[in-house]
């Protein structure tokens, strides 16, 4: 019995490092491609997107599959990223009409997403230019791919819930530990039941 409790630590431990590592070689990009980074501009308002990451498109069991997105300026935007198909998913922005991986900032990285359906991952950014964004997956970018246009209003003339903000926030405020950590703790109690069942 005891050799195969050892059995169950030593791959207990595997499973935590390899998630770590995971985790580390997918962190969020910070700066990237021109997308500069807006700490200590003026703040209008904030707005909360929520988008479901499926390989078939955002959104594509909640409503329209790759809606547009319309942020007014100088707004900063917590998007909620929710898990559906056991797949991973990235959400990446980049100025411009279309996709453009030379020129993007990845907000929710793969390892911030988990490949756990309705796990949730956040991350924030302030669009402080007009213009036409994209917003896509990286290990999708042929079915999870539609635009952002920013300083514009939907076509019944609303945007999303706002709320007045006075003052500056920093660029991103990810929240890697919580989104990561709770997932790979209920893969390890999994772990250890079915370890349990087999030592019995």
Known sequence: MAGKAGIVLVVTILLLSGFSLLYVFNAPTQTAGG?????NLPVKGTMNITIYADSGGWNYSHGPINPTLYIPLDYIVTFTVIEEDNLPHTLTINKGAKENSGASLTLVSSGQLTQVPGHVAKATYEFFT??????????????????IQVNATASNGTTAN????????PFHSFQPYSNFVEPVSMMIMKTMKTAAVMVH
């Open 130 to 147: 007009t213009g036409v964004y994209t917003y896509w997956c990286t290990f999708h970018p042929a079915t999870m791919v539609a635009q």
């Open 162 to 169: 706002s709320s007045a903000v006075n003052s500056a926030v």
């Open 35 to 39: 997308l500069t980074d807006p700490s």
